[in-house]
């Protein structure tokens, strides 16, 4: 399949009509795919034909990268110099917590189908909220398993994640405490959207169980004030509150400072809006891949605070990582798994 498609929600949308960088025509008609970079870049893809369907088989298996040929856009040396950076920034009162993240890149070997990748994290990494999204300039494959937005009507939702482990018992009081302080920068964001009084959070620091690893997650819900739409819920929520930190503006400038390459697709926003039926879910762009003129990327990170160790943080972005790293590097199952 080497046309414009998505897979996401379980359903497969072909029969590309247009493309618009618009987030008010998600307030219109039609069924739309949704890819937002971390730095703002919209895509808003209409499909006229979408059915559920399972991922479609790809041309071939997937060929990716020699383990060893990813660079990291921050070594580990660098990655532990912006832990200290940002707790100097949280010692001066400057900001609480801040997300700090590097993105993961490797040559590819020829022109790769975005499903072959799709169909691996499926079977070795299946996700809450998998999207595949290939259109002209623009290939991209999440096996995101954190919600941005979800809407049905007038009724919006986020579930937050903070805290990573590979099991529950490796939950710090440090998780706890960052998932409440971004919950409550989740329900400020909601709330400058959000009918007066409609903010709740229906669960706070759930245990969640993914492959390899838990996440702490909790549930922001709200309704939507009447004559608010997309381009608001956007402008109120986006960059999302999990992935730069609090207070948001001053972590958006700290995150500016350390990282030296654009997160793109990471930490953005992935996944499909039914403008017809007002419905829609919108993940974070985490354990996502996008696929660039001969490059993949990957991005990793994890969110800092006073109580952060350099090494533990490292540690963690490698956790995250090395599963999705794994099954993207070889076109073997036997290897899959392992870490870079």
């Given amino acids: 399949m080497n046309h414009s498609f998505a897979h996401v929600g379980g359903k497969l949308a072909t029969r590309l009509r247009d493309v618009t960088t618009d987030l008010a025509a998600l307030d219109g008609q039609g069924w739309w795919a949704v890819v937002v970079d971390y730095e703002g870049k919209v895509t808003c893809a209409r499909f006229d034909d979408v059915r559920p369907a399972p991922l479609p088989a790809p041309r071939a298996p997937w060929r990716g990268p020699h383990p060893s040929s990813w660079r990291s856009s921050l070594d580990r040396a660098a990655y532990e110099d912006g832990v ?12 609480y917590q801040a997300n700090l993240c590097r993105v993961l890149t490797a040559p590819l070997p020829g022109d790769l189908d975005p499903l072959a990748l799709a169909v691996r994290l499926a079977e070795g ?5 998998a999207a595949t999204v290939s259109l002209p300039g623009l290939s991209v494959v999440s096996a995101s398993p954190e919600l941005y937005l979800s809407r049905d009507g007038d009724v919006i939702e986020s579930r937050p ?4 482990g590979v099991t529950a018992e490796d939950l710090l009081e440090k998780d706890y405490a960052e998932n409440v302080m971004i919950v409550d920068l989740v329900r400020n964001d909601l709330g400058r959207v959000a009918a007066v009084g409609s903010v709740s959070v229906p669960a706070l620091c759930e245990v969640e169980e993914h492959p390899g690893l838990v996440h702490l997650v909790s549930t922001v819900r709200a309704r939507l004030e009447p004559g608010a739409g997309w381009p608001e819920l956007f402008s109120a929520t986006f960059p999302p509150g999990s992935v730069t930190g609090a207070p948001k503006a001053s972590a958006l400038r700290v995150i500016s400072e350390i990282e030296p390459e654009p997160r793109g697709p990471y930490c953005g926003a992935v996944g499909w809006v039914n403008a017809d039926r007002g419905q829609a879910s919108l993940a974070v762009g985490i354990r996502t891949f996008w696929l660039s003129a001969e490059e993949i990327h990957f991005g990793t990170g994890a969110g800092i605070t006073w109580g952060s160790d350099p090494r533990g943080e490292w540690s963690e972005t490698e956790l995250k990582a090395s599963r999705l790293i794994a099954l993207a590097s070889t076109s073997d199952p036997a290897v899959s ?4």
């Fill in 337 to 340: 798994g392992g870490t870079r």
């Fill in 84 to 95: 200290r950076r940002i707790r100097g920034h949280i010692e001066r009162g400057e900001v």
């Fill in 161 to 164: 994640i903070k805290g990573t």
């Fill in 125 to 129: 990494n299946p996700a809450p909220y």
